[in-house]
């Protein structure tokens, strides 16, 4: 368990009850004692692993020893305590439990200065700290593939994440808007280009450019020849040079892109804070980060022979024909990483253009020095782990101030995201694919249909809870097969099933509208009334949220709170079948009315830290 907050949630309060009687019964000290104590599993409120604190009497024994310690200095809070083994269980007194959680939900749910929806949940262990966090970062002109997609949704989530555990977070899309490609959709434009498909729908247009290009190209090189290559780099470097002609056209594709883009970010409920790309990378910063490397020695050649990519040793000269090593006079700039084991990669080219890895060196340089941040995520997929190790190393031997403070969180890979037209497929394929499903799905229950007041948005925003939790249900570093049928799925855990909770949560309410409204002050309501272990549960859910947001921070994992939101949905699902709120006592009815609102406020909070926008109806 996380380190204390002073937030005054409930959580930690029993949590601090319970240490400071462990920490006097077994003479250790509070802080050990507070981190010793977990959530507990199975119906249990909080458990401690005795072996944990490393005593040198039999944990059995000590167990014992906490249990009758309890008995001995009795406190409100705790109503049980069971030693078993080398464990011991602790139990909250319910109607304590039920009063202070709700009580608290509700209070720390109502609107407050910048915060719409309250804080229950939020912290402020990253007071005063900055984080950049670096996310999506598609490659203008070519697809936006699964892994954009997954970088999009899970760099959403931990930006959300952080600025619920208190940090200044600054969200920032690193557009791929530089290199080689550019000059060859150039060229491609030139020879495919068309001025109408360009502005209908620019992504999609380059896209096709792109492959046509591609297409001659590489039929060129198979031909011995390169003059698509050539002349595509000519025009790379005259946008290296500052050429007025190559840039115009290069930032026509780039603001005709990002345009496209932010349109599917918003459909996503995704936003950043600034575009920036790699063609922002100043060629001055580039220019003194190659001067640096150079400066500290950390330059070497890099031949011809060596260039095989992912090879993780050295490979001698291949000899011509008298035996004499072969000479390459023009060989490119290197890091020698062989030491650590992260092969050897290259930072400047022979022709002196720039690359993807210098500008990443460069672009950490200039973003500290813009943002000072204490912290850096990159959001970026497992197949750029080297590249990040790289990366990291690389400015760890130059001694950047902010080395240490780089991260990159990674994931795995989305297997079988293809169509008809070739092995990817568009975001708004598949974004259009799980709407259409949801809206059919919809149709089929004409009564609830009809009341539902834009479908086709209703619809929009559950098909992409499906996507986005498809993505996070698992580890993020897991790899799965993207199921189109399974992920827009009612029956387990899917998004429309989570859209689905929430919404029955919202009819709870407004099916008593006319007769019962809750105070505005929850204290009001006697929650002694909730006697049935359902609404226990509910409660210790509730009373756990808290803690869950930080655990999801520790370790950077969208799923731990997609499992909270399921959790949670299936016991408000079974509850709501026995706890009748319609046609109840007046105070009984109150009662249960608080519970379910309470859930319904900590569901859609838990909800939009994942990025989904809780539902009313559907
Ligand atoms: N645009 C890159 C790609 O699609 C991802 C960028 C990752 N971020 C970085 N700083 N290198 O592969």
Redesign the pocket.
Known sequence: MSTRSDQGYFIDQCRETIAKSVSACLQIDFEAAYAGVDLGKKGLDFTIAIPRFRLQKKPQELAERVRTHFLDNPDPIIDQVIADGAFVHFMIRTQILLRSALDQVFEMSRPTGPFPHGRYGANDSGAGKKVVV?YS???IA?PFHA??LR?TIIGTFLSNLYAANGWDVVRVN???DWGVQFGLLAVGFRKYGSEAKLSENAIMHLFEIYVKINADKDAESAAGQSGTLNEARTIFKAMEDGAPNALALWRRFRDLSVDAYKEVYSRLNIEFDEYIG?SLVTSSNIDSAMEELRSKGLLAAKHKWESQPGRNYKMPPPTGDKGNPLKDDNPAWAVDLHKFKLDKPVVQKPDGTTI?MVR?IA?AIQRFERYQFDKMI?V?GDQ?DL??AQ?FKILELMDAPFANRLEHINFGKVKGMSTRKGDVKFLEEILDMAQESMLSQMQTNVEKFNNVEDPSSASDQIGMTCVKIQDMLAKRINSYAFDPDRMTSFEGDTGAYLQYAHVRLCSVKRKVASELSLPQNSTLVDTDLLVEPKAREIAYVLACYPEVVRMAFKVSEPSTIVSYCFKLSHVISSALENLIVKGQGKQVAEARLLLFMCAKLVLASAMRLLSLNPLERM
């Open positions: 670096e970062s598609p490659n070519k892994g954009h970088s690193y557009l791929g790699e993807y990443d672009g990159y970026v750029q590249h990040c990366l």
